[in-house]
């Protein structure tokens, strides 16, 4: 018989994903050990396995993929057939409207682009500490996205307004938003996206306590430091427009000691994303409650309470490390409300999390 780990590994399933078609009535391990709970299956599940994990993939509703598993073995393979067909049919029209709505987009963003005059059409010269730039920096670089798709995500925005400079950055699971104090410029707002090589180059300039010279010119990027520059092109696209992204609905706030909260989150249980990221693959989540007392907690598995949130595990550890804080400030709204992680000391800068549907 095989042991979870080897189904998840030789089937192409993550263990927590095996856990919930278990409890799914999905697919049921053969045999579980009464006293450890561990789960063992028959060599013939393996097939099963692999199909289970291919109609995932393939994005088919669990109560047409508990048919395919139930007929998959008879000698009547018509339902098959016809689940896979249906499903099949399904995509390709959500595929055609989705195209049809898609073109529609364009036209409008065609009309709108040839309406835009650019926020950076003149020179901006300003001052800012190379410490508050460099921390603006580390806060929000792990947001940033890697998407060939949407080139302008893999960049920071530098957003500059008044005598204020805001960096963010966003992969549109996440959002990270800092700033850094400026002198010299006091104008109207200019906003230019710096790629992420020409940011990583301007980071490793910000060794010191001094001013440093941050240059606009056109779609041209500047960082002076002393006798040190970094420079280069900007991200030719328009970034979201992250102020409408921030007012977040009321939620409970609480107090995390972070060392602690990152222990709870590494060594809690964890449940899989119904949603797949980029990649392909599913994520580990991590389910979140603020209890009566202010405390934050990591649910177990069967805590299926109306108030949780779950959240990419990956993404709140580097929003935790970004917070740069022995202690943070965790905001929970509702369950379908982004989470957001703040200083209690600079609510200026903060990371937001977009929830995820687990499979519980």
């Known amino acids: 018989m095989r042991s979870i780990g080897e189904m998840a590994r030789d089937g192409g399933l993550s263990v927590s994903a095996l856990r919930f078609y278990d409890r799914a009535g999905v697919l049921v391990p053969a045999w579980v050990d009464p006293v450890s709970g561990y789960r063992w299956y028959e060599p013939e599940q393996l ?3 692999r199909l289970l994990a291919r ?39 959500g595929l055609s409207d989705a195209r049809s709505e898609f073109s529609t987009l364009r036209a409008l963003l065609d009309r709108r682009e040839n309406q835009m005059t650019s926020l950076s059409a003149a020179i901006v010269r300003l001052s800012v500490p190379a410490a508050e730039l460099a921390a603006a920096l580390d806060a ?16 920071i925005l530098f957003d500059i307004e008044g005598e204020g400079l805001r960096l963010v950055a966003t992969d549109r699971y996440r959002m990270a938003v800092a700033q850094a104090r400026t002198t010299g410029h006091g104008g109207s707002r200019t906003q230019v996206v710096v790629p992420l090589p ?24 500047t960082l002076e430091s002393g006798d040190r520059q970094a420079a280069g092109q900007s991200l030719g696209h328009e970034f979201p427009d992250y102020r409408r992204l921030v007012h977040l609905p009321a939620g409970r706030r609480a107090h995390v000691d972070t060392a602690s909260f990152r222990q709870a989150l590494e060594t809690g249980p964890v449940r899989v994303s ?10 580990d989540l991590s389910v979140l409650r603020v209890t009566e007392n202010g405390t934050v907690i990591v649910c177990d598995d069967g805590d299926d309470d109306q108030n949780n949130v779950a959240v990419n595990r990956e993404f709140l550890l580097d929003a935790l490390t970004a917070g740069a804080r022995d202690e943070l400030l965790l905001e929970l709204g509702a369950p379908t409300a982004p989470l957001a992680v703040r200083r209690p000391d600079d609510e200026g800068a903060f990371s937001i999390l977009m929830p995820v549907r687990s499979e519980n």
């Open 47 to 49: 097939e099963e396995a």
């Open 140 to 155: 929000v670089r792990f947001a940033a996205g890697s998407d060939a798709e949407l080139p302008v995500l893999g960049g």
């Open 198 to 221: 020409l940011a990583d180059a301007m980071r490793a300039l910000l060794t010191g306590e001094e001013l440093v010279q941050l240059v606009v010119d056109g779609d041209r990027v």
């Open 55 to 93: 109609l995932r993939r393939a994005g088919m509703p669990l109560a047409d993929i508990r048919l395919v598993l139930a007929s998959w073995a008879g000698a009547d393979t018509n339902l098959v057939r016809g689940l896979l067909q249906a499903h099949l049919r399904r995509l390709e029209l």
């Open 274 to 283: 119904q949603t797949r990221k980029q990649d392909g693959e599913t994520c």
